[in-house]
């Protein structure tokens, strides 16, 4: 069993940045491939960065060049750099955490891109 914690979201300023952070209870983290999900209201829930275990990293073609996606095992937590913020990033924020068919989610955290 797996519970995941994120925080970090916000209001900010189109071209801002912000750093979600998702914290991990239980271990063997590393096992685990994280993914970061946004879903925006009145739409469907969108993959954003996902992060193997090993360190592999693949991103949405929207968000390429602007997110990093990034892990500290031996902290058992992820993270989603965000720069260069545009309006269409707003969104509610999911943390993911997949090991076959075991799959956990966070709460959510609030990203308001706004002036």
């Known amino acids: 069993q797996v519970q995941l914690a994120e925080s970090g979201g916000g209001l900010v300023q189109p071209g801002g940045s912000l750093r979600l952070s998702c914290a991990a209870s239980?271990?063997?983290?590393?096992?685990?491939?994280m993914r970061w999900y946004r879903q925006a209201p009145g739409k469907q829930r969108d993959l954003v960065a996902t992060i193997t275990g090993g360190g592999t990293t693949n991103y949405q073609n929207s968000v390429k060049g602007r997110f990093t996606i990034s892990r500290d095992n031996a902290e058992n937590t992820v993270y989603l750099q965000m720069n260069s913020l545009k309006p269409e990033d707003t969104a509610v924020y999911y943390c993911n955490a997949v090991h076959f068919l075991n799959t956990y989610w966070g709460q959510g955290t609030q990203v308001t891109v706004s002036s």
């Open positions: 239980g271990s063997d983290f590393s096992i685990y491939t």
